[in-house]
């Protein structure tokens, strides 16, 4: 069994560098995790070997081939069982015939019991693979979601700095209004105080046009003489008379 092993082994090594060599041919770049042409994942054989005699391995059957043809293999064991047994190294006692019933009800089991077993182990050889399969695609899902919410976030913080720069231009336009304000604020006051200046000065100057009315009205009053307003009332009176009859005239 551990020369069968071994045999697998290699076929699998040989299997590898076969498809390593036609994958180095066929592709046309390497990936930068890890280089795939030269040094493929191992891929583990689903099937077993092939054999003969139900457990000699066909390899040893190709290396005899190549030496001593398609009989040598047969005439191999057959000479060295003789060897063996005509020899004495092989002592044929009670315990070969036990062996051989053992093998006698081993190969009836394997026939009668092997197919359903068999399927059996294929069916939890593929949930643990499925299983695998899941937690590897969980991790390779997550990882992905993983560097699309980075990126989003990268996104969000390019966007933040044209938030700030919205909000340096709202502040500018607050500081702009606000300054704004403060000046149509000053030249209200300052309007203020120029309106009430010149309120002042019509004030001024309306007192001064009427106490200088009445200073002019009191002259007057008091230079004109009862003799000069009798004469002016006596003529005021005549114009009036001559209106009347110039009046009644053209009437």
Not at 78 to 88: A, D, H, I, N, P
Not at 167 to 192: D, F, G, I, S
Request: with cysteine; glycine share 4%.
């Amino acid at each position: 069994m551990l020369s069968r092993a071994s045999i697998n082994q290699a076929r699998a090594a040989v299997r590898l560098t076969h498809t390593s060599a036609s994958k180095a041919s066929a592709a046309t770049e390497v990936t930068s995790e890890r280089d795939l042409v030269n040094f493929p994942r191992p891929v583990r054989l689903v099937e077993p070997g092939k054999v003969r005699l139900g457990f000699l391995p066909e390899e040893w059957f190709q290396f005899f081939h190549a030496k001593t043809g398609v009989t040598g293999p047969y005439a191999f064991g057959v000479g060295l069982t003789t060897f063996l047994c005509s020899k004495e190294i092989y002592i044929m006692e009670h315990e070969y015939y036990a062996g051989l019933s053992l093998g006698f009800m081993a190969i009836y089991a394997i026939k009668k019991f092997g197919p359903a077993v068999g399927n059996y182990l294929d069916q939890e050889v593929e949930k643990e693979d499925s299983a695998l399969n899941a937690s590897r695609s969980s991790s390779i899902q997550a990882a992905a979601d993983t560097i699309e919410a980075e990126k989003l976030e990268q996104e969000r913080a390019k966007a933040q700095v044209m938030i700030f720069d919205a909000k340096h231009e709202n502040v500018a336009l607050q500081l702009e209004a606000a300054y704004r304000e403060n000046l149509v604020m000053v030249h209200q006051e300052v309007k203020k105080r120029l309106d009430y200046q010149v309120e002042i000065q019509n004030v001024q100057r309306n007192m001064e046009q009427k106490q200088m009315v009445d200073y002019v009205i009191r002259s007057v009053e008091a230079a004109i003489t009862p003799a000069q307003e009798k004469a002016a009332l006596s003529q005021c009176i005549l114009s009036i008379k001559s209106l009347a009859k110039q009046n009644t005239s053209r009437i």
